[in-house]
């Protein structure tokens, strides 16, 4: 876990759920506090961007599929 925050806030890699739980976990930091909301809150917007370059990935390819029939 600490690895995967160091990495994170170097910005070398992004913070999903699952690692934001095990740093929260690994620290033993109550999940209302401050800091676990925080990071709870910075990978909900990583998720909600990867979503949402999920969505624009489909749309192009519908787009594309249509403009090659």
Known sequence: AKKKLESALAGKSTLNHATA???ITTLGL???SAIAKSLT???NKHQK???EEKQIKKIVKSQ???ANQ
Do not use: G, H, Q, T
């Open 21 to 23: 739980k095990k740093i």
């Open 30 to 32: 109550n999940p209302k």
């Open 41 to 43: 809150s910075v990978a």
């Open 49 to 51: 961007k990867k979503d």
């Open 64 to 66: 594309e599929f249509i």
